[in-house]
């Protein structure tokens, strides 16, 4: 540990307002654990919660430690744990993981717990484990959410990284995967994923030429990958009679977007969240360690979506996420 107990860690002051600080490494109880952070992932709300600050609406007070997607070495054992021991390589949890060191509270750790950390193995590194969570995430939206199925022809809007994670899950569920982008590149990627048809709303009319893949008879269901009027819009457009269309993505504090009622009542299409692996009494938890057999058989290039920073860099890595210079980064203490 750093010589006086003190750490560095990266914690959002207000609105655009990152600062690397030195703060005390966290006391723990004795229920409770301490690990030194290994990796970091950024999320997309790492990213709307530094634009927008306490006009998120899942940001209550600041300064807030971002990152929920983190893996690490336990240093320190509450007394009063059980089955976690010094030495254990863990997936973190909670809004604590842009640090050199974070607590995981009683509450991850207690048997009855839906969503319990999980156990690195030796042939899964710190940077792949930081994608359990968006990964299991990603499984629940388009398995529980969209319904997606052995047959179906799906639609993912928008190949982000969460994007392209959604196009391997549906994919392995022997979906025919058509996934949409103004991004080139990213479609180009969506191939690599396991997308059997790539689509520029920029360039084609998505809905004809869903028509022309389908035969005509339109999505089964789909994903809305970000909280963007127009990218929910063209997920409701692309689908069925009674498809289920996924809003994956949140969306800014106040954002109100308009659609034609009719669209849904006379098409019996069904409008979902996705919200984690599920929140009660819909939660999911088996998929963090489904999504960890994936990632320790490779069954997704994670290596073409990473990008791995210091820390320190923490600024510069959000931002070249916006301008779309890179997919998703891991930052390192």
């Known amino acids: 540990m750093r010589e006086g107990f003190i750490m560095r860690a990266a914690l959002l002051f207000e ?48 300064p807030m ?14 007394a009063e744990v059980a089955n976690i021991k010094k030495g254990m390589r863990l997936v973190g949890m909670g809004f604590v993981g842009n640090a050199e060191y974070a607590k995981i509270e009683s509450r991850f750790l207690e048997t009855s717990s839906p969503f319990r950390v999980v156990e690195l193995p030796p042939s899964v590194s710190y940077e792949e484990g930081t994608f359990i969570v968006p990964l299991s995430e990603n499984m629940h939206g388009v398995l529980d959410q969209a319904g997606c199925k052995f047959g179906d022809f799906i639609v993912i809007v928008g ?14 569920t022997g979906a025919t995967v058509i996934a949409t982008d103004i991004n080139e590149s990213r479609l ?4 690599e994923f396991g997308a059997d048809y790539t689509l520029n709303p920029a360039k084609q009319n998505i809905v004809e030429e869903v028509r022309k893949i389908t035969g005509g008879s339109m999505a ?14 063209q997920a409701i457009d692309v689908t069925r009679n009674s498809a289920r269309i996924c809003i994956f993505g949140g969306a800014p504090a106040g954002t109100i977007m308009q659609f034609d009622p009719n669209d849904v009542h006379y098409t ?38 990473m990008t791995i920073m210091p820390l320190t860099d923490i600024v510069k890595a959000y931002e070249m996420i916006e301008k779309q210079q890179i997919h998703t980064a891991v930052l390192k203490p």
């Open 65 to 78: 430690n971002l990152c929920h997607e983190w893996t690490g070495d336990v240093v320190d054992v509450g």
């Open 15 to 62: 609105k655009d307002d990152v600062r690397l600080v030195d703060i005390p490494i966290p006391t723990i109880g004795s229920k409770e654990v301490l690990l030194q952070v290994k990796a970091a992932k950024v999320c997309p709300t790492d990213i709307r919660k530094y634009r927008l600050g306490l006009k998120d609406h899942s940001v209550r007070n600041l």
């Open 220 to 233: 089964d269901c789909s994903m809305a990958t970000v909280g963007s009027p127009v990218v929910i819009k």
């Open 159 to 172: 190949a982000g990284h969460m994007g392209l994670m959604q196009v391997s899950v549906a994919k392995w």
């Open 268 to 305: 019996e299409k069904i409008l979902i969240g996705c919200e984690s692996t599920g929140v009660p009494p819909n939660r999911h938890p088996e998929k963090r360690a489904q999504a960890l057999q994936h990632i320790m058989r490779k069954r997704i290039p994670l290596e073409k979506i």
């Open 188 to 191: 180009e990627l969506a191939r």
